[in-house]
Each structure stands twice: as structure tokens, then as C-alpha cells.
């Protein structure tokens, strides 16, 4: 994997990274009702990298608390996504991100997964 850009606060994360046909956003920290819209922006920017042949994989997995706020950027994400034709796929490897996930039902709706590892496409 090839890193784009790193970009950090006190409170949250980023760093996006190539992996073949996806676009990878590594999230790491607490995303709640202070850090929800840098969390929308974020996934904003690294949709711009996606198209109809690549997938935007969020990594979740070094989260360490996902507040509602959090879930509710995420679904607004998957119907940006779905509106535009392309794939969004989470990485929910962490019981911060799992549990949140799964109690809501979200599951059903987004795409999710509980290693990167599942969450790269294959390559050719």
C-alpha cells in the first residue's frame, strides 16, 4: 500500500492509502458528536478518489469509540455512494465499531466486514 496523505487531530486519524482497486481510509480515535463532521469530510475527500471500477474501504478498526453521530455519517456515506455507483465497504474490527454496528442493524444496510484483509478486492 502506498500512502496519499496522513492528517491527524487530537482526537481522530486519517490516513488514506492505495491497495490495488481500493481506496483505503485508515480512522483512528473517537468519532462523536466533536469529530462526526471532520469524519463526513474526510470519507468526502476519499470518495473523490473512487470511481465505478475501485472500491473506498473505511477502516474502522483502530477506533476506539463510535458514537451515533458516527453511524449516522456512515449511512450517509453508503447512499452517497450507492447514488453515485460505486462501493463502500467498512472494516468494523474493533468491538468500538462492531457492537455500535451490529445493535443498530446497520449491518444489513452497509457493507461490512471484520478484517481489511476481507475488505480488499481482488486483485487481477
Same mark, same amino acid.
Given at each position: ?44 475527500? #476519499? ?6 471500477? !475501485?472500491? /473506498?474501504?473505511?477502516? $474502522?478498526?483502530? %477506533?476506539?469509540?463510535? +458514537? ?27 468491538? #468500538? ?6 445493535? !443498530?442493524? /446497520?449491518?444489513?444496510? $452497509?457493507?461490512? %466486514?471484520?478484517?481489511? +484483509? ?7
Amino acid at each position: 500500500m502506498t500512502s496519499a496523505h496522513h492528517t491527524s487531530d487530537d482526537d481522530l486519524n486519517f490516513r488514506q492509502e492505495t491497495a490495488g482497486p481500493a481506496t483505503v481510509l485508515r480512522v483512528t480515535g473517537q468519532i462523536d458528536s466533536d469529530t462526526a463532521a471532520r469524519f463526513r469530510q474526510r470519507l468526502a475527500d #476519499a470518495r473523490q478518489d473512487v470511481d465505478a471500477e !475501485t472500491t /473506498l474501504v473505511v477502516d $474502522l478498526s483502530g %477506533v476506539t469509540y463510535m +458514537a451515533s453521530p458516527g453511524l449516522s455519517v456512515l449511512i450517509e456515506a453508503h447512499n452517497e455512494h450507492q447514488r453515485l455507483g460505486t462501493r463502500l465497504r467498512v472494516v468494523a474490527g474493533s468491538r #468500538a465499531t462492531r457492537v455500535p454496528i451490529m445493535t !443498530t442493524g /446497520l449491518h444489513a444496510q $452497509l457493507d461490512v %466486514v471484520i478484517t481489511l +484483509a476481507l475488505a480488499l478486492p481482488p486483485t487481477s
